[in-house]
Nanobody, 124 residues
Framework: VQLQASGGGLVQAGGSLRLSCAAS?????MAWFRQAPGKEREFVGA????????VYEHSVKGRATISRDNAKNTVYLEMSDLKPEDTAVYYC?????????????????????WGQGTQVTVSS
């Protein structure tokens, strides 16, 4: 398994959580996507290294933060002020090999390694 996502759970609206994505591969960018029941997978946020260029989807901007622990080769997605509409399965995705370009960072096809997903449920 190249990416292992964890940290999901049941959270009350207004609460916060931190998702983790532990990687066993080298990557130059990591993204988070989510998929709610009956909906298409959507982009949440992504960061590339080493310049740490970061993009967030509009609905999570200001509530989401992507960070990295280099020693653990783990990327985190911290989200605050959670809303019921944040309920979804969250996936991490890594870009290995050639550096990702900014215009591709929100595109799922740009990433070549995916985690298994972790469920986040926000109760109202």
């Amino acid at each position: 398994v190249q990416l292992q996502a964890s940290g999901g759970g049941l959270v009350q609206a207004g609460g916060s959580l931190r998702l983790s994505c532990a990687a066993s591969v080298s990557f130059n960018a990591m993204a988070w996507f989510r998929q709610a029941p009956g909906k298409e997978r959507e982009f949440v946020g992504a960061r590339r290294w080493p310049d740490r260029y970061t993009v967030y989807e509009h609905s999570v901007k200001g509530r989401a933060t992507i960070s990295r622990d280099n020693a653990k080769n783990t990327v985190y997605l911290e989200m605050s002020d959670l809303k019921p509409e944040d309920t979804a399965v969250y996936y991490c995705a890594a870009k290995t090999g050639n550096r990702i370009i900014v215009s591709q960072m929100a595109i799922d096809r740009a990433y070549d390694s995916w985690g298994q997903g972790t469920q986040v449920t926000v109760s109202s």
